[in-house]
């Protein structure tokens, strides 16, 4: 398939004779060996699998030795068993939660941070790189080209999904083009990771001809966000200072009269976003980096949450998200890691950021990581280890040497666990 190289296939490789290699071993399980037909996944009783390890089970998570049994992929019965009794010690994680991506400038790895101010240091410039129209991501993808769009997002979703990622919410610019090049990546892609697309109309550029009521009027307009409303899950909005009012309270009535999700960027620069986002009612605030208390305790009073992308403020400059006081609030917080030209898709990273910038408890880190970007995104079926869920887990290899030695499975995960740790994914 495009976007699968040569790279991707020595990985497999990879994981495929690290996978036998446990299988083999003492950690293989606990079952006889005759009821395995690979190291963690198919067993041949009642149901089509069984994963045996430490299992994070729940959204605290509750750590217990045990099986969790599979049938058509959802969760059927989580068995706890003594850990003298169990044979393998790899953990069972549920898969990441990304609540807020941008794959389509894969393409842009290494962009110019700004202008250069000394011969080693670049003044950061946040609008210089992603505000719309001008911004260089915006002139990047303006000019590619919808084959190379497709194959670059397919490999992003690949990588994703080696990193243990499970679902992603992707702001997909460019109108009804854009969203379906991610439509189409993502069915070529071929992974078991679920895309939450969050499409923008291409007509509501803060320098469009046309604004306000003439625009939300126009055919045009119209037509394509009719349609992109049909294939979307939701809008995304980059932000209440580069839209018309009128035309974002428009957007916002229409999306959600759909029953469609509202996201929209707010505070990242500064704060002067912020409240008009609010008054939009949208069902989730990306970053908040520049928010204050008064806006935190209305954030926390409208029951909206936010997804935070602390590596992504760091590379803009921007300053870091006030990540403590909201969870003072209440506010259900969620992690994304934001435009891949600036961070790898990578929620490994995104923990261990977080982790040591603000001492953040391992179980708060590990529910921002799952089961709340999956309330947050509306995906139930997904985020934890439950009974009735869709298995959606990782094995990871707690005999790594990254992982060897952990005394503390959670705080190991969080802290330290690595893509490289994962035996396989469920």
């Known amino acids: 398939m495009s976007g699968f190289d040569d790279s991707d296939f020595i990985r497999l490789l990879e994981i495929v004779d690290r996978t036998e290699k446990e299988r083999k071993s003492e950690t293989a399980g606990n079952f006889p060996k005759s009821t395995f037909k690979d190291g963690y996944g198919d067993y041949a009783g009642d149901y089509d699998r069984v994963v045996s390890g430490l299992i994070f089970a729940g959204t605290e998570p509750d750590l217990i030795y045990g099986n969790v049994y599979i049938q058509d992929g959802i969760i059927q019965e989580i068995e706890e068993l003594r850990e003298s009794e169990m044979k393998s010690k790899n953990w069972i ?31 950061r410039d946040l609008d210089s790189l992603v505000r719309p129209p001008n911004g260089l991501k915006h002139r990047f993808l303006t000019e590619l080209d919808a084959d190379s769009a497709v194959c670059s997002m397919e490999s992003a979703i690949w990588e994703m999904y080696q990193n243990g990622i499970s679902v992603f919410a992707d702001f997909r610019e460019g109108g009804i083009d854009g969203a379906a090049a991610l439509l189409e990546a993502s069915k070529n892609a071929g992974r078991d990771i679920h895309p939450i697309l969050f499409g923008r109309p291409t007509l509501t550029s803060p320098e469009s001809s046309v604004s306000g009521s003439a625009l939300t009027s126009s055919n045009s307009f119209l037509d394509e966000f009719r349609d992109l409303l049909e294939i979307c899950d939701g809008i995304g909005v980059s932000g209440a200072n580069d839209l018309d009012e009128y035309v974002l309270a428009k957007i916002a009535a229409k999306t959600q009269s759909k029953r469609k999700r509202l996201a929209i960027h707010a505070g990242e620069k500064d704060r002067s976003d912020i409240e008009p986002a609010l008054s939009l009612d949208p069902d989730l605030l990306i970053h908040m980096t520049n928010a204050e208390k008064t806006d935190l305790e209305a954030v926390a009073d409208a029951g909206i949450p936010i997804a935070v992308c602390v590596r992504s403020n760091l590379v803009t400059g921007v300053g870091l998200p006030p990540v403590l006081s909201m969870l003072d609030e209440g506010i259900s917080v969620c992690v994304g890691t934001d435009n891949v030209m600036l961070n790898a898709p990578d929620m490994f990273e995104e923990l ?44 990871l290899n707690s005999k790594s040497l990254n992982l060897k030695h952990i005394k503390d499975p959670l705080a190991g995960f969080v802290r330290r666990a690595r893509a490289d740790d994962i035996l396989g994914i469920v």
Not at 101 to 122: C, N, R, V
Not at 359 to 369: N, P, S
């Open 93 to 123: 994680v549920p898969r990441f939660v990304n609540a807020h991506t941008h794959i389509g400038d894969t393409l842009l790895k290494d962009p110019p941070l700004g202008s250069e101010i000394t011969p080693y240091a670049y003044r």
């Open 352 to 395: 261990h950021f977080l982790s040591k910038i603000y001492g953040i408890t391992d179980a708060m880190l590990f529910k921002m990581a799952t089961s709340n970007g999956a309330d947050a995104l509306g995906c139930r079926f997904t985020g934890s280890i439950e009974v009735g869920k869709k298995a959606d887990m990782m094995v």
